[in-house]
């Protein structure tokens, strides 16, 4: 199966994006789980904020499974685009959060490169992204078709 530049770039942008996200939410989820991350990361750090209890617990225990899931479709290619979606929600709240707590956060180390990262990946062409189980699906529909 060949590829392009484009889409190797693709692939490799998708790879680590999914790599970061998914062992970011295997740590959450596994070591720490994602009960301890609500409790420690959310209901605690924003107890005296204007956001209710029951959210940050909803909130706080979804963010893990989300970063595991979508970050291992990214990794497989299959459901690329809601898993964008997915990791990009994910972003945006946690940049609210942070600023909510300090309101000159500087997203520099860990927020900013994980937005550029899901950025590029939305910018270069999807049909380019050839190693991925989206388009090997997507092809063996469309030989099927073809038949």
Request: aromatic fraction near 12%; charged fraction near 15%.
């Amino acid at each position: 199966m060949k590829i392009s530049n484009i889409g190797l770039a693709r692939f490799f942008t998708r790879q680590i994006l999914g790599l970061i996200f998914f062992m970011a939410g295997w740590w959450k989820c596994f070591d720490l789980t994602p009960l301890a991350h609500a409790e420690g990361m959310f209901v605690l750090g924003f107890a005296d904020s204007w956001i209710p209890e029951w959210l940050l617990w909803v909130t706080g225990t979804s963010i893990p499974v989300v970063e595991l899931v979508c970050g291992a479709l990214l990794i497989l290619g299959l459901f690329r685009k809601p898993a964008l979606i997915g990791l990009g929600i994910v972003l945006i709240l946690v940049t609210y959060g942070h600023l909510l707590q300090e309101a000159l956060f500087s997203p520099v180390n860990h927020i900013f490169p994980r937005t550029v990262l899901l950025i590029a990946i939305f910018a270069l062409p999807e049909a380019e992204d050839t190693w991925s189980l989206d388009q090997v699906i997507l092809n063996r529909t469309s030989d099927s078709d073809k038949s």
